[in-house]
């Protein structure tokens, strides 16, 4: 199993930053990519950035040129640097790891940190 842990969500003003960390422990082989995707109260849940284990990253369009994904593979852990953040980026977000073994797919989830962009 993979273990996710997310932190660095807060309250920001409009314009501003946050970068958000996920600490990942476990077993990681098979690990294909990891992403962060975030939650909005009476939305559906939506990929904000994912990271493959080549290097390729996508984003969702609207946070495009605002947030990088990156990662640190000798501590394990992924980031998620927000900039520019907007109030319609107000939400839960969410660490997600996907693991395929043996054919199978298996994605493992953080609690959630929650960000909050007000004035």
């Known amino acids: 199993q993979v273990q996710l842990v997310e932190s660095g969500g807060g309250l920001v003003q409009p314009g501003g930053s946050l970068r958000l960390s996920c600490a990942a422990s476990?077993?990681?082989?098979?690990?294909?990519?990891m992403a962060w995707y975030r939650q909005a109260p009476g939305k559906e849940r939506e990929l904000v950035a994912a990271?493959?284990?080549?290097?390729?990253?996508k984003f969702l369009d609207s946070v495009k040129g605002r947030f990088t994904i990156s990662r640190d593979n000798a501590k394990n852990t992924v980031y998620l640097q927000m900039n520019s953040l907007k109030p319609e980026d107000t939400a839960v977000y969410y660490c997600n790891a996907n693991k395929r073994v043996l054919g199978r797919d298996f994605d493992y989830w953080g609690s959630g940190t929650l960000v909050t962009v007000s004035s």
């Open positions: 990271i493959t284990d080549s290097g390729t990253t």
């Open positions: 476990g077993s990681f082989f098979g690990i294909n990519a």
